[in-house]
């Protein structure tokens, strides 16, 4: 029984090396470019949702600024945010006539604080691309005239970068190669580029090119205005409306350091675990999946026979193609080789993520970040269970 289903394990782990090669090998990744002369009329706006984002905006705002002839303006929205960010948008106003500050309106009931202040900014933004960037981006010199070129080149309406990861201390870089862990070993990247399916739709956040026309026709933002995961389900939504939306790395154009602490990480990643799953099913599914093929082999190797003794070796078969995984994604990511090598607590830390995220939508506390929380159900009001029983008198 135990054999079987270590068997079972490596030959599923195997077939998801084979994935992970396909897309380290096969999956394009995009060069910065000058802007061609025949695509001078192909002008963006970079777009910028910051809530107290001091710390990031003004490195954000001049790499944006340094793009170059393709980028018309540069509009950040202040999301009432409580730091300098509003202070550092208007010196860089002041200084470059094609930053734009504006405020976003209170937020509406049902919207997520960065869909809605998404939304404000392409309504303000007169590019005929839009390129929506956190400001914890950095844009590398030529950045933006390569999407535009490779969405045009691709006939795509929606071009996302799937951003390389800047990493500072142990903790981000034991823990966050995990993020493209998850979705690589899940997602077939080339085939997606090939394919029109909504459910191959992929999207970073950090980094999502549109075209204005496209953007408006279908409704933007307002297509996933409560969702937390919102760059794959506005992706989805865009190939389920006919348009086409592609995913391509621009981990050599595009960087992102998400998060620096391990505090950070944890709530940054328990924010979107189970929010990033539509049914409890799929939830439970894909905690059993990464639990049984990416974690129980190296929980089991201390409990079996020595190294290719007797009926142990499938579980080090199995291990060692999840080590392999990582290698190749820390190839070509450029991630720390030794990063692989700490998986099995990266992943059961992963796991307990998954968990306390589960609890926080199941108990109704909801999920916090940047000072709002989100899904959190209303508690009972005492007072309204007592109200016209007589035992409350105003």
């Known amino acids: 029984m135990i054999f079987a289903l270590a068997l079972t394990v490596a030959i599923i782990n195997l077939l998801i090396l084979a994935l992970v090669a396909w897309n380290a090998l096969a999956w394009p990744p995009l060069k910065p470019v000058r802007q061609p002369a025949e695509d001078a009329g192909e002008e963006c706006s970079i777009l910028i949702p910051a809530r107290n984002e001091a710390h990031n905006l003004a490195d954000c705002l001049e790499a944006a600024l340094a793009q170059g002839p393709c980028v018309r303006e540069v509009i950040v929205c202040d999301d009432h945010s409580s730091d300098a960010t509003v202070a550092i948008a208007r010196r860089f106003a002041r200084l470059d006539p094609r930053v734009r500050l504006i405020g976003a309106p209170p937020l509406a009931d049902g919207w997520s604080g960065k869909s809605w202040a998404c939304l404000a900014l392409a309504q303000a933004a007169e590019g005929r691309w839009l390129l929506f960037i956190d400001a914890d981006v950095r844009l590398a010199e030529g950045a933006a005239a390569a999407m535009i070129a490779a969405a045009r080149r691709r006939r ?35 085939l997606a580029l090939r394919r029109t399916d909504p459910s191959l739709g992929l999207a970073h956040g950090a980094c999502i090119l549109a075209r204005a026309g496209a953007y408006h026709r279908l409704g933007g933002h307002r297509l996933v205005p409560g969702e937390m995961f919102e760059d794959t389900a506005l992706a989805r939504a865009w190939r389920a409306g006919g348009e086409r939306a592609i995913c391509l790395d621009g981990s050599r154009i595009v960087s992102v350091r998400m998060y620096d602490s391990l505090p950070a990480i944890w709530q940054g990643f328990k924010k979107i675990f189970r ?37 142990a070796w499938p579980f080090w078969l199995a291990a060692g193609a999840v080590l392999a995984m990582r290698a190749l994604q820390a190839w070509r990511f450029g991630y720390p080789a030794w990063a692989a090598l700490l998986h099995p607590p990266a992943q059961a830390l992963l796991l307990a993520n998954g968990l306390a995220s589960w609890w926080a939508l199941r108990s109704g506390s909801g999920v916090e970040w940047k000072g709002r929380t989100y899904h959190a159900r209303p508690r009972p009001d005492p007072l309204a269970a007592t109200a016209g029983k007589g035992e409350f008198h105003g």
């Not at 390389?164 to 077939?188: D, I, K, Q």
Request: aromatic content about 22%; glycine content about 10%.
């Open 156 to 190: 795509a309406s929606f071009l996302s970068c799937w951003p390389g990861l800047a990493l500072g201390g142990f903790w981000e870089r034991a823990l966050m190669p995990l993020l493209n862990f998850v979705v690589f070993t899940l997602h077939p990247a080339p």
């Open 275 to 311: 929010p990033a799953f539509r049914r409890q099913t799929s939830f439970w599914l894909f905690f059993g999946f990464h639990g049984t093929c990416f974690l129980l082999p190296f929980v089991a190797l201390p409990f079996v026979a020595l190294p290719f003794a007797g009926g």
